[in-house]
């Protein structure tokens, strides 16, 4: 018989002066002594990106966007999932305020091989990291992108304490660059955030992480 190991009820992105959190009501049970394989990532530190039970149950209540948890369906890129949510349709997720290279461009309505350089290794990472999982999504603005994605940041949990924020992740370790939305509201949705983004791109190009010492 499965144990109940506790109910976490909080959720956090630390991604800049106003730290986003939100609800969790979940058994981590389900997810303790998971491990990520895959040649890619077995060899990463994750740990600067965790965020500790604690650290979300103190902030729960400053959440106020839409969170879900949601079964990751496909990972399309290293930016890009597929997800199913509770009680709605499957739908795209795009991570908010990173960009990973291409590995897909539409010619003529048809979708080809674009393979940018570091583009298989970013798509590799994510899938490691989140394929198959309950993942949570914090939606870091109120409208979808062009493409009818969600931008939001992404947490999954591996563990006790181990609550790994995806964008942050991808962005530190130099799967990511750093974007910056142009739409006046998600700028004002995301005032103050751009100081944090900014240290873990200049972190991962300082240390040649990445696409900083591959594709440069």
């Given at each position: ?145 062009v493409y009818n994605r969600r931008i939001s940041n992404v947490i999954v949990n591996e563990g006790k304490d181990k609550n790994l924020n995806v964008n942050v992740f991808l962005l530190g370790e130099g799967f990511a660059t750093a974007y910056y939305s142009s739409n006046p509201l998600d700028k004002f949705l995301n005032t103050g955030k751009e100081e944090n983004i900014e240290y873990f ?16």
């Amino acid at each position: 018989m499965k144990k109940v190991v506790f109910n976490v009820i909080a959720i956090i992105i630390l991604f800049g002066g106003g730290i986003v959190l939100w609800n969790i009501v979940d058994n981590v049970g389900e997810a303790v002594g998971e491990t990520i394989a895959g040649a890619v990532g077995t060899d990463i530190d994750k740990s600067s990106y965790y965020l500790t039970d604690e650290e979300l149950l103190g902030l729960f209540s400053k959440s106020t966007l839409a969170r879900n948890k949601c079964q990751v369906t496909r990972v399309a890129d290293g930016d890009t999932i597929d997800v199913l949510c509770p009680f709605g349709k499957e739908e795209t997720i795009r991570y908010a305020h990173i960009d990973t290279p291409e590995v897909w461009k539409k010619v003529n309505g048809k979708w080809q091989e674009d393979n940018q350089c570091y583009g298989k290794e970013a798509s590799n990472i994510n899938k490691e990291l989140v394929e198959g999982k309950k993942v949570w999504v914090l939606d870091q603005s109120f409208t979808k992108d062009v493409y009818n994605r969600r931008i939001s940041n992404v947490i999954v949990n591996e563990g006790k304490d181990k609550n790994l924020n995806v964008n942050v992740f991808l962005l530190g370790e130099g799967f990511a660059t750093a974007y910056y939305s142009s739409n006046p509201l998600d700028k004002f949705l995301n005032t103050g955030k751009e100081e944090n983004i900014e240290y873990f791109e200049s972190k991962a190009k300082k240390n040649n992480k990445g696409l900083w010492g591959k594709c440069n």
